[in-house]
């Protein structure tokens, strides 16, 4: 039996995790649940977006199914009081570097794609996203100039056996695919980026099945919505992987379409598993939100945290079943609410 934190957090976070967590439950898997704040809701209740209770539990549990977290009201507070703080903290504290991002677009639902049905159908890649690194976690800060002008900065960085690590996740799960590799970095400008394209040069000699190609990362948002099917697996930095990520969602449908994976190696046993999007709070509370990419997380939790591959498949076979069979929730052109989104998947369960 395993335990699963459930960290629901903020804005649609508990709406779709409570959609995630009925398709577990239906799986009829001894798992054991529990619970714990995270976000606005730990900064409203306890002071803190990752108190300390939260973070015990997330070092106990086998899996964290996670939600999202960001809260408009909290714009004003400090920045290490910030609900996004604590998806960071969690991350760093797991060492969570290697984050899945699968884009694959599912029959049927090529009319929600901003790419013309065609091109939307060859979509069928993995992002492969560095985690605990890049300008997320250099040094930063606010100052001023000379001029006294207000000034704020964040430092890009990463040593080479951060960049060989993901950089081997990639490689990895390009061998078990097509054998293509796209790294994506910006080295016409960037120092980090030259040292980047440097150690994926050398992690490459080790994978001379896998056929490698470096690409800008202007060249890449645009080869995305020009020819998203000459990609297989994209591995890049931290920056760079949450805006392509983002544009992928919208090429297959929507961002309430992709799940992620947050892993400490390559098939780590503690993950974390959350939906691309965050917290939405314009429709929070509305029942609008869609649940698939917290249901595809909790697939991608039972496959790289539990070893349950069959379930994890059952999953998302439900998932393409209940596209297949015309349920939609508004992102998608649809009318669905957020819970018949999760019960069309709850009767598509085989
Ligand atoms: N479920 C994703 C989420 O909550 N995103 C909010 C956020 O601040 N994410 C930071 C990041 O993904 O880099």
């Not at 984050?99 to 049905?117: C, V």
């Not at 056929?211 to 919505?225: F, G, P, R, S």
């Not at 039972?302 to 439900?318: G, V």
Request: charged share 20%; with cysteine.
């Amino acid at each position: 039996m395993a335990l699963i934190a459930i960290l629901a957090g903020d804005g649609i976070g508990p709406e779709v995790t409570h959609e995630a967590r009925r398709v577990l439950e239906a799986l009829g898997l001894d798992h054991q649940f529990e619970p714990g704040l995270v976000g606005g809701a730990a900064y409203r209740a306890l002071g803190h977006p990752l108190p300390p209770q939260t973070l015990e539990l997330a070092h106990r549990a086998d899996a964290i199914l996670f939600g999202a977290v960001g809260d408009p009201e909290m714009d004003g507070l400090e920045r290490t009081l910030r609900p996004e703080q604590a998806i960071l903290g969690l991350r760093k504290a797991l060492g969570l570097f290697a984050n899945l991002r699968p884009a694959t677009m599912f029959p049927g639902l090529e009319d929600a794609s901003a790419l013309r049905p065609e091109v939307a159908r060859s979509i069928d890649m993995v992002i492969v996203r560095e985690l605990t690194g890049d300008v997320y976690f250099g040094d930063k800060g606010r100052g001023h100039t000379k001029m006294g002008l207000r000034e704020g900065h964040d430092m890009m960085r990463y040593d080479e056996a951060e960049v060989a690590r993901i950089a081997r996740v990639g490689f990895e799960m390009a061998k078990r695919r097509k054998k293509i590799l796209t790294s994506v970095d910006k080295a016409n400008v960037l120092e980090t980026s030259q040292l980047w394209r440097e150690i994926v040069n050398e992690v490459a000699l080790d994978y001379p099945e896998v056929k490698l190609t470096h690409m800008y990362v202007d060249n890449a948002a645009m080869q995305l919505v020009r020819n998203p099917g000459a990609f297989d697996v994209v591995v890049t930095g931290n920056l760079f992987g949450d805006i392509l990520s983002d544009q992928a969602s919208m090429c297959v449908g929507s961002i309430g379409m992709l799940p992620s994976a947050s892993l400490n190696e390559w098939t780590g046993t503690c993950g974390l598993y959350e939906p691309i999007h965050g917290s939405a709070p314009d429709i929070a509370g509305q029942g609008k939100a869609n649940p698939c990419a917290a249901i595809l997380s909790a697939a991608m939790l039972l496959r790289h945290s539990l070893s349950d591959e069959a379930s994890a498949q059952r999953i998302e076979a439900a998932v393409i079943a209940a596209i297949g069979a015309g349920a939609r929730t508004p992102d998608l052109g649809g009318t669905h609410s957020t819970s018949a989104m999760g019960d069309a998947v709850l009767a598509a369960l085989q």
